[in-house]
């Protein structure tokens, strides 16, 4: 069982960054894709972005791109999402997540451990 730990949400101005991390437990996570994805106030969890298990492929989300950066530090078990120019549509739960699967980067249902969410407001 891989256990996720997110951190480093807050609240930021409009235009500001912030970067996010999560732990995982257990080393194995290096053979996972790791996701991101954030809930925001009455909507449905919504994919952001997403790591290969090599980290040599990154995805995106349209509304993200040019503005995150997920990256994965294999040595301390970490994947991070650096987020700048933020605006006030990115305020969300945002949860780290771990995917046996090769494919489906974008899809809630590829991922099996979750993490139980960091929040991220951005004030306008």
């Known amino acids: 069982q891989v256990q996720l730990v997110e951190s480093g949400g807050g609240l930021v101005q409009t235009g500001g960054s912030l970067r996010l991390s999560c732990a995982a437990s257990?080393?194995?996570?290096?053979?996972?894709?790791m996701g991101w994805f954030r809930q925001a106030p009455g909507k449905e969890r919504e994919f952001v972005t997403a790591i290969s298990r090599s980290g040599i492929s990154t995805y995106y989300a349209d509304s993200v791109k040019g503005r995150f950066t997920i990256s994965r530090d294999y040595a301390n078990n970490t994947t991070s999402l650096q987020m700048n120019s933020l605006k006030p549509e990115d305020t969300a739960v945002y949860y780290c997540?771990?995917?046996?699967?090769?494919?489906?980067?974008?899809?809630?249902?590829?991922?099996?451990?979750w993490g139980q969410g960091t929040q991220v407001t951005v004030a306008s």
């Open positions: 257990e080393r194995t996570v290096s053979t996972y894709t």
């Open positions: 997540a771990a995917s046996r699967s090769n494919t489906g980067f974008n899809s809630e249902g590829e991922y099996t451990y």
